[in-house]
């Protein structure tokens, strides 16, 4: 069951240089800096990751980090494909309580999938945490856009549970005599057309506005 107290975002490697490489990117950018406006609300922590940031940039401008605070855990960069890096893990390790992990970023058969076997491998030692792992499918891509389906159709047969942004926030509110529901209905207004256009965006191929996509490159040539 999805609460606050036992919830963490982990948000992967959405960085600049992938803007023209990410099928869909905007709208992942987009999405995550919802997940961020419902973490600061419900007082959720975040995890955030670049990948080899030198090569590749910084957390792109648009997901608004500094809002969080001291919600914002740490942001880490990487080699490792997977976002669990010893500081990660020991992050989590010092957090017993937290049992629920919402996944999102960047690329779904990549890194986000190394992140949910990393966490998978975590749940399955003796004594570990166990972790329930959520996907946003409205949260997540690729530079090929085929790839994620497959890259969600694993995630979902080894256990993950394959969600959207929304269907997150109003777990995690859980009643509408919720004295967060009244600022959360609020955002979830503001925020519905860029919820719309994401999820079909996303989960529908690009068949809603692909004009408004940047030509797609190879990752390689960013590298």
Known sequence: MLVPQSTLFLLCDIQTKFKNAIFGYQHVVSTANKMVKIAQLLGIPVIATTQNSKALGQIDPGIDLASL????????????????????????????????IVLFGIESHVCVLQTFLSLSSLSSQPNGTKYTIH??????????????????????????????????GFQLVGDAKSDKFK?????????????????????????????????????????
């Open 135 to 168: 996907i946003l499918a409205d949260g997540i891509s690729s530079c090929n856009s085929f790839e994620v389906s497959i890259a969600i159709a694993r995630m979902r047969h080894e256990g993950a549970v394959i969600t959207t942004s929304e269907s997150v």
């Open 69 to 100: 605070g001291s919600l914002l855990l740490g942001n880490f960069d990487k080699t490792l494909f997977s976002m669990i890096t010893q500081d990660v893990e020991n992050i989590l390790a010092s957090k017993p309580e937290i049992t629920q």
């Open 183 to 223: 600022a959360f209905s609020k955002l979830v207004k503001e925020e519905q057309n860029g919820t719309k256009s994401a999820g079909e965006y996303l989960l529908q191929d690009g068949k809603e506005t692909p004009d408004k996509l940047a030509p797609v490159k190879n990752i390689k040539n960013l590298i």
